[in-house]
T-cell receptor
Framework: KNEVEQSPQNLTAQEGEFITINCSYSVGISALHWLQQHPGGGIVSLFMLSSGKKKHGRLIATINIQEKHSSLHITASHPRDSAVYICAVGSGGGADGLTFGKGTHLIIQP | DGGITQSPKYLFRKEGQNVTLSCEQNLNHDAMYWYRQDPGQGLRLIYYSQIVNDFQKGDIAEGYSVSREKKESFPLTVTSAQKNPTAFYLC?????????????FGDGTRLSIL
């Protein structure tokens, strides 16, 4: 069974700062997902990646398959980025469900 | 717009009572999932289904049951055998195949014990 570890658990930063959230996993995967959960509980998929790097707006996700590690970066952070960011991994094509980290609670102060 | 609808948003259960959480999707996805979220813990997989009339247990299936009679629907029943049902329940769906597919999530149902 895959073990997914995220760090830090909690992060408070000032508006405009560059944010990095890390995720490591123990067993080879088919894909890694970064998700965003807002206070109401709904979850939005940000990225799914199996190699390299992806960028969407101010968000960048990278993965190193050999080191079993991924990072999520937020450039020019804004208070609206405040949320819980969750790393999850899938194997066997991903259709057998994901294994999740505990999440990183991010607060961006104005 | 396509998406996943979970209902109700809040649900209360009396001791010894079974309750059913609804999950409907109009994304034409083959795979559907139920996850449970507890404070301070990551989401955990309860059941999943890759095709109609078939489903598999996840990591914490005890005390839960599901059915998949239609592609669009994957209801979860929390039975009286589930001794600690208070949690936030999330339904998700995805396409199957390839090297993994993004999962689309509903807004969740928060279940509490009266």
């Amino acid at each position: 069974k895959n073990e997914v570890e995220q760090s830090p658990q909690n992060l408070t930063a000032q508006e405009g700062e560059f944010i990095t959230i890390n995720c490591s996993y123990s067993v080879g995967i088919s894909a890694l997902h970064w998700l965003q959960q807002h206070p109401g509980g709904g979850i939005v998929s940000l990225f799914m990646l199996s190699s390299g790097k992806k960028k969407h707006g101010r968000l960048i996700a990278t993965i190193n398959i050999q080191e079993k590690h991924s990072s999520l970066h937020i450039t020019a952070s804004h208070p609206r980025d405040s949320a819980v960011y969750i790393c999850a991994v899938g194997s066997g094509g991903g259709a057998d469900g994901l294994t999740f980290g505990k999440g990183t609670h991010l607060i961006i102060q104005p | 717009d396509g998406g996943i609808t979970q209902s109700p948003k809040y649900l209360f259960r009396k001791e010894g009572q079974n309750v059913t959480l609804s999950c409907e999707q109009n994304l034409n996805h083959d795979a559907m999932y139920w996850y449970r979220q507890d404070p301070g813990q990551g989401l955990r997989l309860i059941y999943y289904s890759q095709i109609v009339n078939d489903f598999q247990k996840g990591d914490i299936a005890e005390g839960y049951s599901v059915s998949r009679e239609k592609k669009e629907s994957f209801p979860l029943t929390v039975t009286s055998a589930q001794k600690n049902p208070t949690a936030f329940y999330l339904c998700a769906s995805s396409k199957t195949g390839g090297e993994g597919q993004p999962q689309h999530f509903g807004d969740g149902t928060r279940l509490s014990i009266l």
